[in-house]
């Protein structure tokens, strides 16, 4: 009647739970069963990046600043964030992963994919739930005994996410074509992950309220009308079980962003962190193989006020001093005020043309340049060669702690 | 709100090398002196290195069931140091 996919869960999600406080939690037993979390830097008006499954309890949400939070638990702890510490817990994750399946793919920091299709022989009949159990107790065995996951099991990889979130936290189900109509029943369309107020908004004027209306919608009336794209076939075909989301996405930009420690309209104390980020952004660059040809740069002022500015190039370049000189340029232009918000970025990537041999000698003097300044602190450790205007911005902003992508983690991994 | 005390001195410390353990507890410090008293450390929090140029830095937090504690071992000058504590009884 749905044409749901008979196909074998092969599909595993898993999901460290509230990883960076679970990550405090387990460092600290001081700080267990207590509602705490984590903040990049503590100031009056942090806002919450983790809170622990106690927090969350009382509701406290990811995101609220801490008025808001002491105003809901006066006694909330409030911890700053430790990269090193994430990172580590970030490789064991992988390791563990990485010794079960050959395809895994992190969707961020703390949460991957482990894909099983062709593994059948060398599973030697163990099953995927006997797998989730036993990747569950190495976490515990390796990372920590505080550390928790979710491991969610489906057919494609929109239902082990379902799955992962289905019984938080340290829970274990599966979804397939047996039970997966009466997973729908027991849930909120908001709890289908891609659809949040709009899409709800959106589905409910259709007259889709629950799970089960919306995959008894025909696959005409999502693609004409509620969706008006070809996202209506992709959600037809995603909550039967059918994968859809197995792709590799481009990448558009690559830069970094950074909230002013204090906010400042002084050249002597924004230059250096400017350029800092760019030197972070230049080792993104060449770390993904990739040149750009246009830079951004984003500034938030004290007063509310947004100014931005952007200037594309004809030739490809990838090497710090080049990507902070044109930002600079930009930078120089910006209206008097005090910047409290720098966002850069560079954009127009290509595949990275290093390799090419050039005719001109000032340019093989600045790959050779770049090339070995990469090659000290990949052996030395990050950081350990970079330009004299970015020694102050270095000692105050802090390491970023990715959330969306992980190529950041990946790339500290590499240079650890 | 943070209970964090920055405390950053050299320590003496006694450590336990396992021969079989698990990666994550090969090392642990297992006493340590501080302000003239002895602290013995029962709860293994983590154990995470990190690299500070090319010195390998191991840190360890630790617990005596009461306070926590972060120690640093740099392994090449094979030094010590209490980073900082959390006060049990504050949280």
């Known amino acids: 009647m749905y044409n749901i996919s008979k196909e074998k869960a092969l599909i595993m999600h898993i999901d460290l739970n509230s990883a960076f406080a679970t990550a405090e939690q387990q460092a600290h037993p001081s700080l267990r069963g207590k509602p705490m979390g984590v903040t990049n830097r503590i100031s009056k008006e942090c806002c919450v990046i983790a ?26 702890i409030l911890v700053e964030t430790d990269p090193p510490k994430y990172n580590d817990v970030y490789r064991k994750l992988i390791k563990i992963m990485k010794s079960y399946s050959p395809k895994i793919k992190m969707k961020s920091i703390d949460e991957g994919l482990l894909d099983f299709h062709g593994l059948e022989p060398i599973l ?24 928790r996951i979710n491991v969610g099991i489906g057919s494609n990889r929109f239902l082990a996410k379902q799955a992962a979130g289905w019984h938080k936290p340290d829970g274990l189900d599966k979804i397939d074509h047996t039970n997966l109509i009466d997973y729908y029943k027991s849930i909120k369309l908001t709890d289908l992950t891609g659809i ?14 629950t799970p089960i209306d919306f995959i008894n919608a025909d696959e005409l009336l999502l693609k004409k009308q509620v969706f008006k794209s070809i996202t209506g076939t992709y959600w037809y075909r995603r909550l039967r079980g059918y994968e859809i989301d197995d792709y590799e996405t481009n990448l558009g930009m690559v830069g970094r962003q950074w909230m002013v420690k204090d906010p400042s309209s002084k050249n002597d ?23 750009a040809r246009g830079v951004y740069i984003g500034l938030s002022f004290q007063n509310g006020e947004y100014w931005q500015s952007r200037q594309t ?9 080049e990507i902070y000189q ?28 290093r390799n090419q041999m050039n005719l001109f000698e000032d340019a093989v ?5 770049t090339k070995a300044v990469d090659e000290i602190n990949e052996f030395y450790g990050i950081f350990t060669v970079y330009s004299a205007g970015s020694l102050d911005g270095k000692k105050i902003i802090k390491q970023k702690i990715p959330f969306g992508g992980t190529d950041y983690f990946d790339l500290l991994l590499k240079q650890s | 709100m943070d209970p964090t005390i920055k405390i950053n001195k050299r320590v003496d410390i006694i450590t336990i090398f396992y021969a079989k353990s698990p990666e994550k507890t090969l090392c642990i410090p297992k006493k340590m002196k501080y302000k ?56």
């Open chain 1, 51 to 76: 809170a622990s499954y106690e927090a969350k309890a009382l509701g406290i949400k990811v995101g609220m600043r801490r008025s808001e939070v002491m105003a809901i638990c006066p006694k909330f």
């Open chain 1, 124 to 147: 030697k009949g163990q099953s995927l739930t006997e797998i989730g159990y036993e990747i569950k107790q190495r976490v515990r065995d390796e990372i920590g005994d505080y550390m």
């Open chain 1, 196 to 209: 949040a107020k709009h899409n709800q908004a959106r589905l409910n004027s259709y007259g889709m309220m």
């Open chain 1, 269 to 291: 104390y924004l230059l250096p962190c400017l350029s800092y980020l760019c030197e972070t952004t230049g080792m993104k660059l060449r770390f993904r193989q990739v040149e």
């Open chain 1, 313 to 321: 190039y004809k030739t490809p370049f990838y090497t710090n001093q």
């Open chain 1, 326 to 353: 044109k930002m600079l340029e930009l930078f120089n232009k910006r209206p008097h005020g005090t910047v409290k918000f720098i966002r850069v970025y560079c954009y127009n990537l290509v595949p990275s043309g």
């Open chain 1, 365 to 369: 003097k600045k790959e050779w340049l």
């Open chain 2, 36 to 91: 003239g008293s002895e602290i013995t450390f029962t709860t293994f929090g983590m154990r995470h290195p990190t690299a500070r140029g090319k010195r390998m830095i191991h840190i360890f937090d630790m617990s005596d069931g009461v306070n926590d504690y972060r120690l640093e071992f740099d392994a090449e000058g094979l030094t010590w140091t209490l980073i900082s504590m959390i006060e049990g009884s504050y949280v």
